[in-house]
């Protein structure tokens, strides 16, 4: 018997064992993206930046660039230099020396020499660079002495622009600067975007509005999910055609709800502006979405309306879960509505509660097309969220890497609102089986 025990798996390995599969995909689908964005998130990559488009963890030549962009510098300085007389000439010809000994010095290397020809054919035949090619690595030393002639050649020809001595100065410009770009430097950065943010008034502002958007939006779907559940868990005529009715601003997409909702809130036709106006609830229909505080109001209605179903689909399953007998035996013990709602329905439904509010108050701190579509986080940053934040820093500015800290740090602060929850959640599981 012992030894069959031995032998064989605990129901505690036997768990694990089963759940493996689980937290494999978990880790692969939900891990591994978080981990990503935090990788790069230590380096500056910008999508604006040709040096700084990819990971760099050491000095490096683009060949492509390169091999693409030398030629044009050596033939635009010899033109130069056929059109010039005298000193001109003569400097514009040392110029030219001062870059192929820069190239010499280069292809000393053999790798570098190799790959030259092999990338210069490529492009001739127009074909891609594959990224075995596309990148060699430099010393320091030798970035640097390409970076000096490279920077005084540019100088030299801006001093001969200046001086009116080129026939062509704006070219000057152009082709060092596209020389230049070929150079790569290690980017990595560590925490230094984490650092910023701390110090960010932006960021923190997007935080508050995102946490002000939440609660009040949740609190509001909340109670208002609840008086609708409560409505359809009662009998009465056309009960399954006000359910359909109400699921309905659920099933509408967001955009379409948000752009739907910026005609209604429009400052000259739009009726729900109007509406509040002439009741008196704003000044001017203008005020709606041109205004900080009207801005965050119209938002946070618009998701109220377009997110209570999903709170009152949630409740009203929870309320289908109790037993009728309760509130039966409550009324023939002489307890009022009031009394069985707080001593009956809340108690049995505090489980569904939390679940409700975990998924609700997730979404709607992730928030970002309803807002996008209907304010794009103004005016003037008033109604800007994390994500919103995140997506301006990522797409717009074309900053990866600092976009990808925004978005760790949406992650973290999703984290740790779910560990919350599920703390919460796990402790009244757990007290209600230990009252069984």
Known sequence: MNRQNKGSLSEKQMGYLLIFP?????????????????????HDIRLNDPTKTEVHSSYGLDMERYVSTLPNLLRYVKREAESAEGATKEQLDAIRQQI???????????????RYHAVDQLLLEFKPIPAELKYVTLTGEQTDAVRTTLEQAEAA?????????????????GVMEGIQSSLIEPNYI?????????????MWAALYN??????????????????????????????????????????????????????????????????????????????????????????ILADVWKTTPFMALLLFAGLQTIPQSLYEAASVDGANRFQQF???TLPMLKSTILVALLFRTLDAFRVFDLIYAL????????????SIYAYKTMFAQMSFGEGSALAVI???????????????????????GNGK
């Open 342 to 344: 707080f001593r009956i």
């Open 410 to 432: 949406v992650f973290l602060c999703v984290a740790l609102i779910s560990i919350g929850y599920v703390k919460i959640l796990g402790a009244d599981l757990l007290g209600e």
């Open 100 to 114: 192929e000994q820069m190239n010499a010095s280069l292809n000393q290397t053999g790798e570098i020499a190799s």
């Open 22 to 42: 689980a937290l494999l995909i978990i880790l692969v689908i939900a891990i591994w993206p978080v981990m990503r964005s935090f990788w790069i998130s230590l």
């Open 157 to 173: 020809l801006l001093a001969l622009g200046a001086q009116k001595q080129l026939s062509k100065p704006e070219g000057a410009v």
């Open 210 to 299: 995102t946490f002000f958007f939440t609660v009040v939006s949740v609190a509001i779907e909340l109670v208002l999910g609840m008086g609708i559940a409560l409505l359809l868990n009662r009998p009465f005529r056309g009960r399954g055609l006000v359910r359909a009715t109400v699921l309905i601003p659920w099933a509408i997409p967001t955009v379409i709800s948000a752009m739907m909702w910026k005609f209604l809130y429009d400052g000259q036709n739009g009726i729900v502006a109007h509406l509040f106006e002439v009741t008196g609830l704003v000044s001017d229909m203008g005020v709606l979405l041109s205004t900080k505080a009207g801005a965050m109001f119209s938002v």
């Open 375 to 386: 304010t794009g986080g103004g005016p003037a940053n008033s109604t800007e969220t994390i």
């Open 190 to 202: 560590g925490f230094a975007y984490y650092q910023k943010f701390l110090t960010d008034s932006r």
